[in-house]
């Protein structure tokens, strides 16, 4: 018998204001075609100024909790992945403590980037299986309208904001890949490649806030090698068979990225669960907003096998293997 971290829930926000590629044109040199052809992305939430990643990752922890027919005080932490906190100190995990009314257990954040969701996974399974924690919040939320410069056309249409959250409960299982839950994690994270994707700033310096800087192409060369590699690691640990994957929830940042993964996996592009589109890259909180949806209108269902994966700024990247 072993301790499994259970999806019990998973919720998702996002602000109502959409900015369409159609807005973003009449102040950057782009198209509507360019950045379709090359991201697929349609559209993305921006987020209003009290929308911030503890009043989106409340919202969303919120929706999770209602799915999972569970309350606050059936929640003994909250691991919540953002790059974009309210504040330096505290954590924005603890703001969202007290937005939801939560007297007790305990808070704090992950940063990782993109890859944020993935990180904070694992460490709340790991808390989970420990005996740490019973019960757990994982949430991604992001603003990164607040961090993107927006004259620069190469990096201002791609992001967006939103937050997605899962509601996890320790149960048990036989330690096989027919057992309910997060069945592995798997991360990684290259030092030296962190100027290829990072903000020249922070709240450590009062001379620069700091802006996203990006190198695209060497960012997505990076990522069809080593999410290739980090699906492959996933399926190994779980002596699984890609056929025998039901759903790819992959990060969302760029549609030609999610193909090359599906074609990697040999899924039907059915099997992808997409929201590029709409939503652009919300880092930390894509996979969560992408699973939130999935599960919502009943296309992700108790017992499918589902394989996250992810990479962003560090380099960080990893992947999570899961059945409902
Ligand atoms: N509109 C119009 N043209 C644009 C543009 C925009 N929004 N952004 C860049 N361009 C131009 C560039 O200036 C360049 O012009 P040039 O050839 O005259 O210099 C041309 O388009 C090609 O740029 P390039 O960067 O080579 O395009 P690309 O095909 O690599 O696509 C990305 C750019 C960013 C879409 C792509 O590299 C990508 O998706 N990378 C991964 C990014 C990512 O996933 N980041 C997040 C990880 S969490």
Same mark, same amino acid.
């Not at 989970?128 to 919040?137: D, H, N, P």
């Not at 027919?178 to 490649?193: P, Y």
């Not at 699973?291 to 296309?299: I, K």
């Given at each position: 018998m072993v301790i #499994?971290? @259970? $999806? $019990? =829930?998973?919720? =998702?926000y996002l602000p109502a204001r959409v900015v369409t590629n159609d807005e973003l044109a009449k102040q950057l040199d782009t198209s509507d075609a360019w950045i379709q052809e090359r991201t697929g992305i349609r559209q993305r939430h921006i987020a209003a100024p009290e929308e911030t990643a503890a009043f989106m990752g409340a919202a969303a922890a919120r929706s999770a909790l209602r799915e999972a027919g569970a309350g606050v005080d059936d929640v003994d932490a909250i691991v919540l992945a953002t790059t974009t906190p309210d504040q330096a100190f505290p954590a924005t995990a603890v703001r969202v403590q007290a937005l939801l009314g939560m007297k007790r257990g305990f808070a704090f954040d992950v940063s990782a980037a993109c890859s944020g969701f993935i990180y904070a996974l694992?460490?709340?399974? /790991?808390?989970?299986?420990?005996?740490? /924690? #019973?019960? /757990? &919040?994982?949430?991604?939320? +992001?603003?990164?309208s607040r961090i993107l410069d927006w004259s620069d056309r190469s990096t201002a249409v791609l992001f967006g904001d939103g937050a997605g959250a899962v509601y996890l409960r320790a149960g048990k299982g036989e330690g096989l890949g027919?057992?309910?839950?997060?069945?592995?994690?798997? &991360?990684?994270? @290259? *030092? +030296? &490649?962190g100027d290829i994707l990072y903000v020249d700033g922070a709240v450590g310096r009062r001379d620069r806030p700091g802006t996203l800087v990006m190198n695209g192409r060497e960012v997505f060369r990076h990522a069809v090698v080593r999410l290739a590699e980090a699906v492959d690691e996933a399926l190994l640990a779980n002596g699984l068979d890609r056929g025998q994957v039901d759903w790819l929830v992959p990060h969302q940042a760029n549609m030609r990225i999610i193909e090359a993964m599906r074609r990697k996996i040999a899924l039907r592009p059915e099997q992808v669960v997409v929201t590029v589109d709409r939503h652009a890259n919300t880092s930390a909180a894509s996979i969560p907003l992408?699973?939130? +949806? /999935?599960?919502?209108? =009943?296309? $992700?269902?108790? *017992?499918d096998l589902v394989l996250m994966e992810a990479l962003g700024g560090g380099l960080t990247w990893g992947s999570a293997l899961v059945r409902l």
């Open positions: #499994r971290s @259970q $999806i $019990i =829930g998973a919720g =998702g694992a460490v709340a399974d /790991a808390m989970l299986r420990a005996g740490t /924690a #019973r019960s /757990a &919040l994982v949430i991604g939320s +992001e603003v990164y027919t057992d309910r839950g997060v069945l592995s994690t798997h &991360l990684h994270s @290259q *030092g +030296e &490649l992408a699973l939130a +949806e /999935a599960v919502g209108d =009943g296309r $992700i269902r108790s *017992g």
